[in-house]
């Protein structure tokens, strides 16, 4: 990609958030979700203590189906792809891969809590919160 | 010198705005206000006091003091850090927020003064783990109901007198309207409110769940359903109970001043653990009820003992 725009998300309003970081100054946009907003009955001081974080951030705000928003923007800056960060919830996925049907879109990884992968050999027992934390807690206390 | 955006400015954009864009300037935060109104004209409520932005986060981390987190997180008076709102939207990262503690403790205190603050910081993170690898599924029952009651005898809505703080008891109205106002509650409010909705009113955790994540500035599926169904028991061993004596230590006693059921004999939290194993649940299939949130078993007094404690 050589002339991407970053999507950014509700789970990375942050400097930590990796697309910001790799590309300082590229367009970047963040859409409110009629939808879910609809669907979930979110209240006003949740949209207004997003809008506050995100004043406070190089990014264009807009509301909508946001794959259509997203892409809209991209086609606007002339975008060759997409780049944003891994978010946990599952809404997520259906949006990246409906702008991925138009646009390439890069997904990267934030610095984790705990160098422990999340699936596969070497994830940890996620049954209770107490197998969790003795695999976790010597490696969080690693960099004190 | 760098000075701070005005409060509500907006950094400015390296490209031009563009037709479709919102606004990121406003005379005010009541100008914000409108503004949402006018664009969300479905979302209930105002704003609340909890401004949201890097700079509202910064203060806060700055505030944050571990060794007296650990010892009185539980008292809704305590030294708690009320950065999960910033946390749940990535405005800190937990990455960001450990290596703070950790130049604190450094800097005075040592490992030990923060091992309940990072602890806490790995129940975010496990959460987060759990909900990556259940997705929606974070919406079902992760376990068969521990309380002796089949899941079709729990009502499906909260009822109306519990989201508008019209129960009559002033501790679970007085959450109710803390959380529709400001979009936050203490964790140990969570826990009495759950439990009181769950147990007492013999309600679906999902519709409570709903309910907060409408109103939490930190909701979001993971901490929040999972918390709920650890109280409800349907992710831990046994069901989360509270009573008027934990409720009053924890709260200083202030909710219990001048709530009509307290007065009037008809507080339906005054009763031992005993008592309210027996009304709250089916005894004869029900596990020993939980009284402790944050994992620990409580201590049983034994009442050959209780006389030497």
Known sequence: MHQP????HGEALGPANPALQAHPGRPAVFVFDEALIRQQAISLKRLAFLYECLLELPVAIRQGDVAEQVLAFAREHRADGVITSAAVDPRFETIRSAIARDLPVEVQEPKPFVPLPFEGQGAPDLRRFSRYWRQAEPLVWQSY | MVSPPPALGGVPLPWAEADGDLPRRFS???AL?????RRFPEASGGLSPIRGGRLAAEQRLAAVQPARYGRSRNFLDGAVTRLSPYIRHGVLSLAEVRDVVFQTLRAGGGREAGEKLINELGWRDFWQRLWRR???????????LKTGHSPASYAAE???AIATAGTGLACIDAFAGELVQTGWLHNHARMWLAAYVVHWR????QAGARWFLQHLLDGDPASNNLSWQWVASSFSHKPYVFNRANLERYSGGRLCHGCDAAASGSCPFDASY????????ASATAEPVRSSWNGRPRRRTNPASARHP
Do not use: K
């Open chain 2, 33 to 37: 206000e409108t503004e949402l109104r």
């Open chain 2, 202 to 205: 013999r309600v679906r955790w």
């Open chain 2, 134 to 144: 259940l997705g929606d599924a974070i919406w079902d029952d992760q376990e068969p």
């Open chain 2, 274 to 281: 005993e008592a309210l194993q027996q009304q709250l649940f």
């Open chain 1, 5 to 8: 725009v970053l999507w950014i």
């Open chain 2, 28 to 30: 005010s935060r009541d």
């Open chain 2, 158 to 160: 909260l009822p109306a």
